[in-house]
């Protein structure tokens, strides 16, 4: 029984921040993500950390402003939103996965074997 629970989300004003958390199943992923998706978009990567925190990766769109970050001892990964844009507005979801055959990081949905419900974060400008 795995779940990513997501929270966090809200209305800001643009310039503003938001910390979005995701609550994973006991189990630990090795790789955790965020992806957004916003109305009449694609669902695209927003950034990535691995189980021991040791490597991340971030969107060309976030860069400098987010930043991913986790807590194993809780089974949570954070999102640090900092001077948040209206094009950030978006559902944000959380997602997850465990190694296959190679190690290296993935950006794609397809990638990611399971997913959070999502949280509204709403940027106003």
């Known amino acids: 029984q795995v779940q990513l629970v997501e929270s966090g989300g809200g209305l800001v004003q643009a310039g503003g921040s938001l910390r979005l958390s995701c609550v994973t199943s006991?189990?630990?992923?090795?790789?955790t993500a965020w992806f957004r998706q916003a109305p009449g978009k694609e669902r695209e990567f927003v950034a990535v950390?691995?189980?021991?925190?040791?490597?991340?990766a971030y969107a060309d769109s976030v860069k400098g402003r987010f930043t991913i970050s986790r807590d194993n001892a809780k089974n949570t990964v954070f999102l640090q939103m900092n001077s948040l844009k209206a094009e950030d507005t978006a559902v944000y979801y959380c997602?997850?996965?465990?190694?296959?055959?190679?190690?290296?990081?993935?950006?794609?949905?397809?990638?990611?074997?399971?997913w959070g419900q999502g949280t509204q974060v709403t940027v106003s400008s």
């Open positions: 950390i691995r189980r021991s925190g040791g490597s991340t």
């Open positions: 997602a997850a996965r465990f190694l296959g055959r190679l190690r290296d990081l993935k950006f794609r949905v397809v990638d990611y074997d399971f």
């Open positions: 006991g189990r630990t992923f090795d790789d």
